[in-house]
């Protein structure tokens, strides 16, 4: 994991911070037309590989961009080793390179071209037509590549690791600041394909960008949660890198809601907040600050109707976590202290999730809209200015817990579990589930109790028992927490992947 130095901050507090355009904020995508919708393809056909790399990516030991620190983690006895390459553009065969472990150190070792033909520098000058067949070579014959360095055992690809021609591109999805996604299909072992969304970074993938999105999958390969978007996979062989999700249909929550504007009921409503809540406590409890919680980075599955919080592409596995002013924040959702000390903590999610709530309630209005200027936004909000939300129909306890978000000073904030504690029984689809899980212990002899959670038979009893259950609950997970995957474990959830 990247590390923030919070020392720094002093040094980066004189460097105005970079405002986050609201276009490319609010970029809602265009629901697909023909023209943007992709012609079926599997991407793998459709990019050309240079003949040096045939084979490569179907070989085992092939992590393709996998950055370099991974490989060598993952090389831990002598003799381990994989292949990995700089870039997926391959312009030239010297992108490639092996890590192999000898004597307690991974060392890189690089590949030289003779003529058309490839070798490992100072050895027996063996020459072949691919890497692929290099590689195997030297492996299978149990050779050394030089001096006493051999090519013991490959580490294969961990199965979230994919290939480019078991993905199937179809038509966009959607499109954020970084990322186009697109709705694909993924031949895995099953017999039928998987519904997944793609993401497709945007621009050049440089060494910066590759360690950007490689810290974003690492902190995606940790969830396992209902109201989290899972990862599939990523595909890294090839250009282009992609990330592969569980398909939500129904995709983001800001455009949901502005196209069900007036569907949406206020039951409907607490329980996409309760969701949210949910989400942002289980990535809390895994020591994850989100750093972008927006309805433009949640995803609402219609079938389940349920809201997922995705995009972890700003997240930090930190307790504090240094602001680069440089990159772009988003200002109308971001909690004063930032703007003061560059520090993101938990309580700066808790912040925005809060503008959370006031968007689902809004049907995601811009925020402080009737302030243009983001830096006039900044200097309001820091000054004490706070959104107004009092919306019908929410229950007292669930509109003073919002407010609560806002509190100058981040401690004073609801830490996220004891949010979902207050609103979860004024979900009524949890509130459902619990009477279900009353009845069922308490036989015929329990009294009925309303399913309107505002209704005077909904005793603080059955409110406790549902807000126990949910801590229950949160305790477990929180012990699942510690066991925290690496890259080359895959969690042991992914074999519970469900698709929306
Ligand atoms: N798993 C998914 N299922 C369906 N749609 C998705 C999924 N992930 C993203 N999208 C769509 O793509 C948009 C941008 O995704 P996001 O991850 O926020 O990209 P960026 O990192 O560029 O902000 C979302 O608002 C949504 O419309
Ligand atoms: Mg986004």
């Not at 066991?483 to 895959?490: A, Q, W």
Request: net charge positive.
């Amino acid at each position: 994991m990247r590390r923030s130095n919070p020392k720094t901050s002093a040094t980066r507090r004189s460097a105005p911070l970079k405002i986050l355009n609201d276009r490319e904020k609010f970029a809602i995508p265009p629901s697909s037309s023909p023209s943007d919708q992709l012609q079926s393809s599997n991407v793998a056909d459709s990019i050309e590989i240079p003949e040096y790399m045939t084979g490569l990516d179907e070989e085992d030991f092939f992590h393709g961009l996998l950055i370099k620190d991974d490989g060598m983690r993952m090389c831990k006895h002598e003799g381990d080793f994989v292949v990995l390459t700089t870039e997926i553009s391959p312009s030239s065969y010297k992108s490639v390179y092996v890590l192999v472990k000898h004597k307690d150190e991974v060392t890189e070792v690089n590949i030289k071209q003779d003529g058309t033909k490839f070798c490992f520098n100072d050895v027996d000058g063996t020459q072949f037509d691919t890497i692929a067949m290099l590689i195997k070579h030297y492996h299978k014959r149990n050779l050394p590549i030089f001096d006493d360095y051999y090519l013991k055992k490959p580490i294969p690809k961990a199965d979230w690791e994919l290939l480019h021609r078991k993905i199937e591109l179809k038509q966009k999805l959607g499109e954020g600041a970084q990322a186009q996604v697109q709705r694909g299909l993924f031949h895995g072992a099953s017999k039928t394909p998987i519904e997944v969304a793609v993401k497709i970074h945007k621009g050049d993938l440089t060494p910066d960008k590759l360690i950007e999105i490689m810290h974003e999958v690492r902190i995606m390969l940790q969830f396992d949660h209902e109201n989290v978007v899972k990862l599939v996979g990523i595909a890294s062989c090839r250009a282009p890198f992609l990330i592969v999700l569980e398909m939500v249909h129904g995709g983001g929550l800001n455009r949901y809601l502005k196209i069900k504007r007036n569907e949406v009921t206020a039951m409907q409503r607490i329980c996409m907040c309760t969701d949210a809540a949910n989400g942002l406590s289980y990535i809390h409890s895994l020591g994850i600050i989100h750093r972008d919680v927006a309805s433009r980075n949640c995803l609402y599955s219609q079938s389940k109707q349920r809201v997922l919080i995705s995009d972890f592409g700003l997240s930090q596995q930190e307790e504090v976590y240094a602001v680069d002013p440089s990159k772009p924040l988003p200002i109308r959702w971001l909690a004063p202290e930032v703007m003061t000390t560059y520090q993101c903590t938990k309580m700066t999610d808790v912040w925005s999730y809060g503008v959370l709530c006031w968007e689902i309630f809004t049907n995601c209005k811009d925020p402080y809209s009737h302030i243009p200027r983001q830096t006039d936004v900044m200097e309001k909000v820091v000054a004490g200015l706070r959104l107004e939300f009092a919306p019908e129909n929410v229950p007292q306890p669930m509109i003073e817990i919002v407010q609560r978000c806002w509190d100058a000073t981040p401690a004073n904030r609801p830490p996220m579990a004891e949010i979902v504690g207050v609103m979860l029984p004024f979900c009524e689809r949890e509130f459902k589930a619990g009477k279900k899980r009353q009845k069922s212990r308490e036989g015929n002899s329990r009294r009925p109790i309303a399913a309107d959670p505002t209704h005077e038979s909904n005793s603080p009893q059955l409110q406790r028992s549902i807000q126990e259950k949910v801590l229950k609950r949160r305790s477990k997970r929180d012990h699942k927490a510690t066991d925290t995957p690496t890259l080359t474990g895959r969690r042991k959830a992914k074999k519970n992947f469900t698709m929306q």
